[in-house]
Structure formats: structure tokens, C-alpha cells
């Protein structure tokens, strides 16, 4: 039996791997950093998908010096 990811079933099915759902995902993390008061000077998004979470909370988290 192929395998849902290894046979491109699933990128044929979703071809932009989720990118819409980026900003909204980004913007919940950008509220529990700020809930707990943390300002981290790095991140780094450890997983699957494109990267547009991490791109999203880029451009929207102030940089440390």
C-alpha cells in the first residue's frame, strides 16, 4: 500500500502544503508569546509545512539588539 506523503498524493491534493492558514497560525503563536511576556531574539520552525509560519511571525515580532 503507497504511502499517503511518499507516493505525491498529498502534495497533488495540497499543492500550496497549507499556506493560507500561515498567518492565522502565526498570529496565535505571536499572542502566546505575548500572554507569557516572551520576547525571544531567534526562532526556528521545527516541522513540516513551507515555512510561512515562520515568515509571518518574521515580519511581525520587533527585533532584538
Known sequence: MPN?????????KNPDW??????W?????????????IR????AEVGCGAGGILESLHHH???QP
Open 4 to 12: 499517503l506523503y511518499t507516493s505525491g498524493e498529498y502534495a497533488a
Open 18 to 23: 497549507h499556506q493560507e492558514h500561515s498567518v
Open 25 to 37: 497560525k502565526a498570529l496565535h503563536v505571536q499572542r502566546m508569546l505575548e500572554k507569557h511576556n
Open 40 to 43: 525571544p531574539a531567534r526562532l
Open 61 to 63: 515580532l520587533e527585533p
